[in-house]
């Protein structure tokens, strides 16, 4: 069955370095999100992507924050200076169209140091 | 306030024994996806429930949505060890790419 897949599972990072979080979705999914999860807390919607362009954004998705699809299969979160705030587990998501189920990857765990 | 409880927070329960998850939102659902997560993993997605009344079955998991769209259950009938993990419910409450999530029900299942 086809599946989100992310790399790395667990990356750690000196505070104001930057990060980037990378996710293959699944191969026929048009839209692609990045949802995050502090220890303990719910898991937070970040980003929606659609047609080569962010389609909503939480007010946690700051100037630091950015999203990619490089190319026809990666897509990318970047933190631009990490914050010790920043640890979290980051999960992204696939869905077919905008109603369709969001699939979800295993998640990069971040710590920041 | 929360946009969307679930209760209870916690669930322990013997093998064999039914149980039910309920989800309450303080805004009407669009949609009602249940996901299934292991500590320390991703969401596994169960089911998506769109209509009032709508219910949805898969092996032993029933999923409801009710009349008035505001409320799911998830029922587990004759529990296992397998079913033991943190389920959320993540609603569509309309006009927005975003799933909210509840606080997730941890269950536990013991022999």
């Known amino acids: 069955e086809p599946e989100v897949t992310q790399t790395p599972s667990h990356q750690v990072t000196q505070m104001g370095q930057e990060v980037i979080l990378r996710c293959v979705p699944i191969?026929?999914?048009?839209?692609f999100y990045w949802y995050r999860q502090i220890l303990g807390q719910k898991v937070e919607f970040l980003v929606s992507f659609y047609n080569n362009e962010i389609s909503e954004k939480s007010e946690i998705f700051d100037d630091q924050f950015s999203v990619e699809r490089p190319d026809g299969s990666n897509f990318t979160l970047k933190i631009r200076s990490t914050k010790l705030e920043d640890s979290a587990m980051y999960f992204c998501?696939?869905?077919?169209?905008?109603?369709?189920?969001?699939?979800f990857g295993d998640g990069t765990r971040l710590s920041i140091l | 306030s929360q946009e969307l409880e679930q209760s209870p927070q916690s669930l322990i329960v013997q093998e064999g024994k039914n149980l039910t998850i309920n989800c309450t939102s303080s805004?009407?659902?669009?949609?009602l996806y249940w996901y299934k997560q292991k500590y320390g993993e991703g969401l596994i997605f169960l089911m998506m429930l769109q209509k009032g009344g709508e219910e949805k079955s898969h092996e032993k998991i029933t999923a409801k949505l009710d009349e008035k769209k505001q409320q799911s259950s998830l029922h587990i009938t004759a529990s296992q060890p397998s079913h033991a993990g943190i389920y959320l419910c993540g609603a569509d409450m309309g006009n927005t790419d975003k799933l909210i999530f509840g606080t997730g029900t941890r269950l536990q299942v013991f022999p």
């Open positions: 805004k009407t659902l669009y949609g």
């Open positions: 998501a696939s869905s077919l169209t905008g109603n369709q189920p969001q699939h």
């Open positions: 191969s026929n999914h048009l839209y």
